[in-house]
């Protein structure tokens, strides 16, 4: 098995236990980043809290709503961009030992090197996961119960006392992923599942900040570790934990106005006669921020992705690298046994 299909599958496994443990947080967060309430009379509510309001007004299953397509992207999406990561680094490194050889450089790979290599693995998982995301993040979006009048019918008027007429919640149709798909295909065809494709391409910017961080604290903490251990450089669990949350936070800071745009136009557009809640394009919705919500807008929810992303990243960088480890060792375990065998 290659190295880099070890680290995409280990890439996968992590990326599915981060979405599980985080999920109704990504949920909270997708609903603070696409709320269009331009007049600001809501009153802002907190992570916790809105999470009550959801799990009241729309049941536990829908701080769940979308998680098996979700589970499915982050999957795919990891073990894409881990398996691609993987292939990128090898021959970073390969470059840098042959210039090492020729007198340049160190034969590691560099800050920049390292931001390249991240940013081509994005890019190709972006352009061949984003249909996901869109299904993801319309499942994601409020679909409250409704209130409605029961009238009866002209013929049961004999029949029913008038003071029966009574408000009763009417109950919305199941929204699986079967209807989030056939409603995006019928407001946009196709092309409607690469919406937001152009923001998240920026978006790459996130991982390729993260990874350029955490590469950069790991070899340092490596280099140091083994200074004071004498040639032994390992790092422990937690110590990937944390420097997978400190990476992520940097990264998260950075780019986090882009993923608000990113949502707002993946998000079920307003049918309303109201331009302000429509959106042609990536420049037309950063216009429209800007013109009617401030750049306020921009950072709708983030305490709540700081929290979610933090905590799925650490959770991810730990599992994953722990995976690799397991499998290595199994692999070379193996691959002894079968040496030591008898002819």
Same mark, same amino acid.
């Given at each position: 098995m290659s190295d880099a299909l070890i680290n995409g599958l280990s890439g996968a496994g992590g990326g599915i236990i981060a979405q599980l443990i985080t999920y109704p947080l990504q949920t909270v967060n997708t609903r603070q980043q696409t709320e269009r309430d331009l007049k600001k009379k809501k009153r802002k509510l907190g992570t916790i809290e809105e999470m009550c309001q959801v799990v009241k007004h729309e049941g536990w299953g829908r701080l769940y709503g979308g998680l098996t397509p979700s589970l499915v992207g982050t999957a795919a999406s990891q073990g894409v961009y881990y398996y691609f990561y993987q292939i990128f680094r090898n021959k970073a490194e390969a470059a840098s030992l042959e210039r090492m050889k020729k007198g340049v450089g160190?034969?590691?790979?560099?800050? =920049?090197?390292s931001l390249g290599v991240a940013a081509l693995s994005g890019c190709v998982n972006v352009l061949l996961t984003n249909p996901i995301w869109v299904v993801v993040t319309r499942?994601?979006?409020?679909?409250?119960?409704?209130?409605?009048?029961?009238?009866?019918?002209?013929?049961?008027?004999?029949?029913?006392?008038?003071s029966e007429t009574i408000l009763a919640a009417s109950e919305l149709p199941p929204y699986g992923t079967n209807h989030a798909i056939q409603e995006v295909f019928d407001e946009?065809?196709?092309?409607?599942?690469?919406?937001?494709?152009?923001?998240?391409?920026?978006?790459?910017?996130?991982?390729?900040?993260?990874?350029?961080?955490?590469?950069?604290?790991?070899?340092?903490?490596?280099?140091r570790r083994a200074l004071d251990r004498k040639g032994d450089n390992g790092v422990t669990a937690v110590e990937i934990f944390l420097l997978g949350a400190l990476a992520k936070l940097g990264a998260t800071v950075v780019t986090y106005?882009?993923?608000?745009?990113?949502?707002? =136009?993946?998000?079920?557009?307003?049918?309303?006669?109201d331009k302000r809640h429509q959106y042609k394009g990536t =420049?037309?919705?950063?216009?429209?921020?800007?013109?009617?919500?401030?750049?306020?807008?921009?950072?709708?929810?983030?305490?709540?992705k700081i929290v979610q992303s933090v905590l799925a990243a650490a959770v991810l960088f730990m599992v994953k690298e722990e995976l690799v480890k397991g499998a290595r060792f199994l692999l070379t375990k193996d691959a002894s046994a079968v040496k030591s065998k008898p002819l």
């Open positions: 160190d034969g590691s790979v560099g800050m =920049l090197a499942m994601q979006q409020t679909h409250t119960k409704t209130s409605k009048k029961i009238q009866p019918d002209q013929s049961q008027m004999l029949s029913v006392d008038p946009a065809g196709v092309w409607g599942f690469w919406k937001g494709v152009f923001p998240t391409l920026f978006m790459v910017s996130n991982p390729s900040i993260q990874f350029m961080l955490y590469e950069t604290m790991l070899k340092k903490l490596k280099k106005p882009l993923l608000v745009v990113k949502s707002r =136009l993946q998000a079920k557009q307003v049918s309303t006669g =420049l037309d919705a950063v216009l429209k921020m800007i013109r009617y919500e401030g750049f306020y807008g921009f950072y709708k929810g983030m305490s709540t």
